[in-house]
């Protein structure tokens, strides 16, 4: 079936390695999400995966079958690309035929599942157009119906969503994912957008500078960040980070301090004498001394504030390049360069190694 | 905004550009259409004398020579486009061993100018026993339009974005497939304009012609003008007729193809 294997896979081009030694299983009809900054070998891989890039060492499988030297078209995988690549002299049934009749499908055959993929995506009405007479959100769907058509074992979609507006982003997301859970083919998605990765994977494979960073389900990836890249890249607005010297507090727990920052963390035990404190925006409020956890306060000077209606992030500097982002329920009065006291919940601050950046093993850290 | 007088002044600079272009070609055919023995100057109008015409037709043997001449352009645009098309498609789409020093090779053709190559090329043709055959003229011409075509093609090519080829590779259609069938109607402009090119250039090969036939049947049009210059002197009008009768069917196939033509030259000028 359609299960996906990357077995110590590397990609050169030339002397510069751009992939080091991939290592991913996707399960059988999984939504796998790769996700990462540019240049991070995500679409390198998603290449490779598609044969459109040869690859330097290890194997990837698709089914039991190992595709190393498989062209493309004998693959059995459908492509979504950034730019649609639909082919402009043709009409939009002519393009979603088009795979059908490269592979001798009988004409009946054809017609009934262009008819039924146009249906699914609402593309009816626009059979006998050209791909110049769409709109781009139009044009998606034809390049996503071209993908569903073929019913392959795998679908692999390249930054499908990047071309379009706000709106039409968030919708499309969700009816990538709705055709995904009906049809259940093995799906691996590029992406650089961490909204995306979190709302439509089944799982989120992380990647910086050719290297898999963390595999996960967004939740997993959001809770557990293997790592300061992951902690940072997952989330908006991003986790923040404060390096702090930590010691064991006399009454108990841990104090943490750095610069302006001296936090006294009750219940949490066995750090090592430096340690990179990951702050979320959610586990950082403004200071409430009536609350029961809250650990603080920190004082600090209001950099930024966005105000997105129903909450505010407010970023507040806490001395040096110390920034944290604190969470407001609705709007806040606050503007840049008003002083302002914070708290943290204890509970949610995750701990990373100061030198090599990965998690500190959950047992070092006791949740309060 | 351009305002109303830069808009005037470039009409005017238009204007006069188009004249300086314009009057020579109105000239040539006013002076082909004057009476015979008018004594009329050149580019002169006295009315629609079509006679000069079949004069210079038959004095001239120009039905020979344009055959000659069209037996040679299609001859050499035909080879041409088709090789030009695949190895444009090569250089422009594939990755292979060596492919830029081959590129180089193949841009010597239009590097080199032909009276550069003619004395040589006159030594092995004879060798070959083509010298004084129509494969004299075409061959060497189909050499270095395939040249000009190669690079053509291959610019066009690489205009196509990847995706396309990509898309199509993995739709499970072969390297011939994606040429002729997804790539090739997108090039419709850059082919026919290079069809224009080579069909004008070859039309209007003159040196080659000169040196390879000496067999009047043979003799390409440009070629049987400046013979029937030569011996006509005295007659402008029948001059000029011989001129517009040479250069009518390249005005004919520009025409045609002139819409496309425009839209060749500046494909990938403009994001589409």
Known sequence: MGAVRFSEVRKSYGDHEVVHGLDLDIADGEFMVLVGPSGSGKTTALRMLAGLESITGGEIRIGDRVVNQVAPRERDIAMVFQDYALYPQMTVFDNLAFGLRRRKTPKGDIERRVREAAASLGLDPYLARKPGQLSGGQAQRVALGRALVRDPQVFLMDEPLSNLDAKLRTQTRGEIKRLQQDVRTTTVYVTHDQVEAMTMGDRIAVMNDGRLEQVGTPEELYERPANVFVGGFIGSPAMSFITAAAEAAPGGGTRLRAGEVDLVLPGVEGLPSEVAVGVRPECARIWDPSHPTMAGPVAGEVSFVEALGRETFVGVHVGEDRRVVVHHDGRSALLPGDRVEFGVLPGALRFFDAQSGQALAPASRVAA | ?272
């Open chain 2, 1 to 272: 905004m351009t305002s109303r007088r830069e808009q005037s002044f470039t009409y005017a600079l238009l204007g006069v550009f188009s004249l300086i272009a314009l009057l020579p070609i109105v000239g040539i055919v006013f002076t082909a259409l004057q009476q015979k023995g008018g004594g009329a100057s050149f580019g002169s109008f006295d009315g629609l004398h079509f006679d000069n015409f079949k004069r210079a037709w038959q004095d001239g043997n120009f039905g020979t020579y344009l055959k000659s001449s069209a037996i040679v352009a299609v001859s050499v645009v035909g080879i041409s486009t088709v090789v030009s098309i695949l190895a444009g498609y090569a250089f422009g789409m594939m990755r292979f061993r060596f492919a830029q020093p081959l590129f180089y090779i193949f841009l010597l053709g239009l590097m080199v100018p032909m009276e550069a190559m003619i004395v040589p090329l006159y030594y092995d043709l004879r060798d070959l026993e083509l010298t004084d055959t129509y494969w004299a003229l075409i061959l060497p011409q189909a050499g270095t339009s395939i040249a000009f075509g190669t690079f053509w093609m291959r610019a066009f090519f690489r205009s196509v974005p990847p995706s396309l080829v990509e898309a199509a590779r993995i739709d499970g259609a072969s390297s011939w497939f994606t040429l002729w069938r997804v790539l090739l109607p997108l090039a419709k402009p850059a082919v026919l304009t290079m069809v224009v090119l080579l069909f004008m250039w070859t039309w209007n090969e003159f040196l080659l012609a000169l040196v390879m036939v000496t067999d009047e049947g043979l003799r390409t049009a440009p070629l049987g003008l400046s013979f029937f210059v030569g011996r006509n002197q005295a007659d402008l009008t029948l001059l000029a007729a011989g001129a517009v009768i040479v250069a009518f069917p390249v005005v004919v196939l520009y025409v045609f193809l002139q819409r496309h033509f425009i839209r060749g030259m500046v494909s990938g000028a403009v994001k589409g």
